[in-house]
């Protein structure tokens, strides 16, 4: 039987992609979106507040638009929305916009993750909550803590808790002289369980924590089982956070928040909290030392006159810091800039150390 001879019509040419409408890389300007503030995330969905401190101002779900790609969303986040925004049951509206962050908290895994991972945006101050005991406070995670918070241009409180457990005044020399408020709490002695939450009234030095939050967007990151959730449930009333206890065994608590939600304080307008699952390592590879050498002005001017490619630390030939320490007019004087350098290089050694 003859070969029958092949033409063009016998050959298949399989399409490049799928579907018939062309692509194309002009994109709508959803000219109408509305403004809205995230305050938390849940598998894909995110509650939004739309219109935020408007007249008309509403909680709504929504999720992600497509052409936002692998960017990431999250709570202090200010977005713009398409879609049903009504915030009636069943409606969904979608984030097609982020606007432009005055700050980002970030953190990696580990000091060698070259994965950022952004924790929240927009944040003014960070809140490192701590246990004096119970479990003991561990200045590590704390310096850490202050490094990325100076990376990140935002203020840093440290907020003490179980002060009846443990003096807080070790903790306050450490860290009152490079810069950080602390402020402290503790349990009232009336039998209540300490870090159960059961009571969170009963908590004094609550008074100075709202003025050092007031009129401020402030993140709160601490271990578990540190109080935090507690505090967050004494200052936001309705906010019922849960809360755990220390495991006896391992000193370390149980994690009980799963996510970050931001959440609106009663009192002064614009005094909003963050708050974060409890951490156990906070990684920094993301963080330029110079950074946060630009968080200690005054070093930063001394530092000038350093070498080129001066590491800053003990070891560092010729660094300016110690000619500056060395040139101290007297003995006061010396132990005051002294102590200032060290604790600048303590937060240097963080940047690469362990987190605990």
Not at 29 to 54: C, F, K, M, N, S
Request: charged content about 30%.
């Amino acid at each position: 039987m003859a070969r029958r001879s092949l033409d063009e019509s016998d050959i298949r040419v399989r399409p490049t992609r799928r579907g018939s409408r062309p692509r194309t890389k002009t994109r709508p300007e959803h000219a109408d979106a509305e403004e809205a503030l995230v305050t938390g995330v849940d598998r894909g969905r995110y509650t939004v507040l739309v219109d935020p401190d408007g007249p008309d101002e509403r909680v709504a779900t929504a999720m992600k638009a497509r052409e936002l790609g692998r960017e990431r969303v999250v709570p202090g986040d200010r977005v713009d929305l398409v879609g049903d925004t009504s915030g009636s049951a069943g409606s969904l509206s979608r984030i097609v916009r982020i606007r432009d962050r005055s700050t980002v908290l970030r953190r990696t895994a580990d000091d060698t993750d070259p994965v950022e991972r952004v924790i929240v945006a927009n944040a003014e101050q960070l809140v490192v909550v701590t246990a004096l005991a119970d479990p003991e406070p561990r200045t590590r995670m704390i310096d850490r803590c202050v490094v990325a918070a100076y990376d990140a241009g935002m203020d840093v409180l440290l907020a003490l808790t179980k002060a009846d457990l443990a003096d807080p005044a070790t903790l306050r020399e450490m860290y009152e002289p490079i810069g950080v408020r602390v402020v402290v709490t503790r349990w009232a002695h009336d039998g209540v369980a300490h870090g159960t939450g059961e009571r969170p009234e009963e908590i004094d030095g609550l008074d100075a924590l709202r003025d050092a939050l007031a009129g401020r967007t402030s993140v709160l990151v601490g271990h578990s089982g540190v109080g935090k959730s507690t505090l967050v449930n004494a200052i936001v009333p309705d906010a019922f956070r849960a809360t755990g206890v220390v495991n006896d065994v391992t000193g370390r608590g149980r994690h009980t928040s799963t996510s970050a939600v931001a959440l609106r304080v009663p009192g002064p307008a614009g005094t909003w909290i963050i708050d974060t699952p409890g951490v156990r390592s906070f990684g920094l590879a993301h963080v330029d030392p110079n950074h946060l050498l630009g968080a200690f002005a005054d070093l930063a001017a001394v530092a000038e006159e350093c070498p080129r490619g001066c590491t800053h630390a003990d070891d560092a030939p010729d660094c300016a810091l110690d000619d500056w320490v060395a040139a101290a007019p007297d003995e006061e004087t010396k132990d005051a800039r002294t102590a200032r350098v060290d604790s600048f290089r303590r937060l240097l050694v963080s940047r690469s150390g362990a987190a605990d």
